[in-house]
């Protein structure tokens, strides 16, 4: 518990810890807590001498991609290893990270990990971790924030080239099939808008599209990542436009209720279908659909950003210096490769 030590000293995490139990206990008095963690527990429920606290704020639960970003966080991050993690589920809402960044603030961890829904709105928050003197990694998603100082690193993804090698493999796949010069009718599934996955999808796959006139985006509509309101949108697309001839989701989960939607709309999928899906992030489920040609080619997103983060925070604690943005690697998977084989290698 380095940080914790520097900054409080164990009594005082201790003063603290009782303190938020009291807490506890009076909202439990007016009936507005929740169930009171008997105390043996709470106790032993503090870091041990040594431990690195490290607070983890989630974007949430809303894909695939998520739950295993969120599997390697627990994975990575262990007792045995020497960490005590506090991670806390956003549920895709921005109030309840800044809450949880507050609670680790107030729990004088020593470092935040921060996946954030939208890439504005933090400013205030991390300065108040700054002022802390707690140190702020961002993972996956971006903060867009006029002091680049109030956080120490990212590390992610690299959305536009994402979008950017989508809108490529469209050109050279409709080359391919003698139809680069031919009219095509494009919808796009956005995810959460504002996300940094959102906007780097977008704009990258935009870039792409100014150089073929022949491309008409029709409409982009928000799924917020998720598979229930993508499958509500590709169902107006189908209402709206009968000539679409390409879907772009960006993620996986749209991409699953946007093929719900088109079957029961009785049209085929596939580069030879009436509808050709691009996908992105490649979660196992999607792979298993381009080997059966429903998704005609899905851009990965490496959801395993949680070693990175590990290493950061280990140089960190030898004080040695890190880069402010880290990409992860990335690919991509398309109807014409072997998935079965690549998906034997594959832990997600
Ligand atoms: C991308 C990540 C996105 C995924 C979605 O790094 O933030 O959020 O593409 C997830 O599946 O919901």
């Given at each position: 518990m380095a940080g914790i030590r520097k900054r409080t000293g164990k009594k005082s995490f201790t003063a603290i810890f009782i303190f938020c139990f009291v807490l506890l206990l009076a909202g439990c008095g007016s009936g507005t807590g929740g169930d009171v963690v008997p105390q043996e527990e709470m106790e032993s429920s503090e ?302």
């Open positions: 870091p041990d001498e040594g431990d690195i606290v490290i607070g983890i704020s989630q974007v949430g639960s809303e894909s695939d991609w998520r739950t295993t970003n969120t599997e390697a966080y627990l994975n990575t991050f262990t007792e045995e290893k020497g960490y005590y993690l506090i991670f806390e589920d956003g549920q895709q809402k921005q109030e309840n990270q800044v809450k949880a960044l507050r609670k680790f603030i107030l729990k004088g961890v020593d470092y935040i990990v921060l996946d954030p829904i939208v890439e504005t709105g933090w400013d205030a928050v991390l300065k108040e971790a700054k002022d802390a003197n707690i140190p702020v990694i961002i993972a996956d998603r971006n903060v867009l924030v006029e002091d680049e100082s109030l956080y120490i690193c990212r590390v992610g993804s690299d959305f536009m080239q994402e979008g950017r090698n989508a809108g490529e493999w469209l050109a050279k796949n409709l080359e391919l099939r003698g139809r680069e010069n031919t009219d095509i009718n494009i919808v796009t599934l956005q995810g959460t808008l504002g996300s940094t996955a959102q906007l780097g999808r977008t704009l990258g796959f935009a870039e792409v599209m100014e150089k073929h006139p022949n491309w008409n985006m029709l409409e982009y509509q928000s799924g917020d990542f998720t598979q229930a309101k993508a499958y509500e949108v590709m169902e107006y697309f189908l209402d709206t436009y009968d000539d679409i001839d390409v879907v772009i989701s960006e993620n996986d989960n749209m991409a699953f209720g946007a093929i719900e939607a088109i079957k029961e709309a009785r049209l085929r999928l596939g580069r030879n279908g009436d509808i050709m899906i691009i996908s992105f992030d490649a979660v196992r489920d999607a792979l298993l659909l381009v080997q059966k040609g429903e998704i005609a080619a899905d851009f990965e997103c490496n959801p395993i950003t949680a070693p990175l983060v590990e290493e950061i925070i280990q140089k960190l604690e030898r004080g040695e210096a890190v880069e402010k943005v880290q990409y992860v690697e990335e690919t991509y998977f398309d109807y014409k490769m072997d998935i079965e084989m690549l998906l034997e290698n594959r832990t997600y």
